[in-house]
């Protein structure tokens, strides 16, 4: 049976691409479909379910049975077991900006589904905008970093803590998402 698309997604008309993630969550693995259209977000089926599978090339093979054509690229990979064991013990001298703000930036795209705008990630997310910026900035990203110079944020026991309850709330979000599309 081929899971249908929601009716918000045009592959015949929209200038969208596809790519495939990978997920570590939970001690396995599940693999996801994000997309860029007018905003990104992931894929999902037509009652709203992230379209997931245990198996890249089971994901593969059911969205081009849709048409979708997903890029040949190796699936983008996040570690949320990783981020959840961090955020069990956050401390100031373990914070990988780089990775961390990857992490929040999926789940602002997970999130990005009308349900989910209420959600408790949503909020304390849209409350941690400082912490973020210090993500951001932490990342020493070439286009806003001037050559030879680094920021390296020093973190406050409130950054960490608000910072860990983001991610905690996302991550929790995830779990729902993934068994929810898991367990139809």
Request: hydrophobic letters at 35%; glycine letters at 4%; aromatic letters at 10%.
């Amino acid at each position: 049976m081929t899971t249908q698309l929601h009716p918000t997604y045009d592959v015949n008309q929209d200038p969208e691409q596809f790519f495939l993630c990978e997920v570590r969550l939970g001690g396995y693995d599940y693999f996801l479909v994000w997309h860029t259209a007018e905003s990104n977000s992931l894929l999902r089926d037509q009652h709203g379910h992230l379209l997931v599978e245990t198996h890249e090339q089971r994901l593969r093979k059911s969205a081009e049975s849709q048409s979708i054509r997903i890029e040949p690229d190796s699936p983008a990979q996040y570690d949320f077991d990783k981020t959840e064991r961090w955020c069990a013990n956050p401390d100031d001298t373990s914070v990988d900006c780089n990775a961390i703000l990857e992490h929040w930036n999926f789940l602002e795209d997970l999130a990005a589904w009308p349900s989910e705008q209420q959600s408790a990630y949503q909020t304390a997310s849209k409350n941690a905008t400082g912490v973020y910026s210090k993500l951001f900035f932490g990342s020493n990203l070439p286009a806003v970093t001037p050559v030879g110079e680094e920021y390296v944020p020093n973190w406050t026991e409130a950054e960490l803590d608000e910072l860990r309850g983001v991610l905690a709330a996302g991550i929790e979000l995830l779990k729902t998402q993934i068994e929810l599309a898991t367990n139809k």
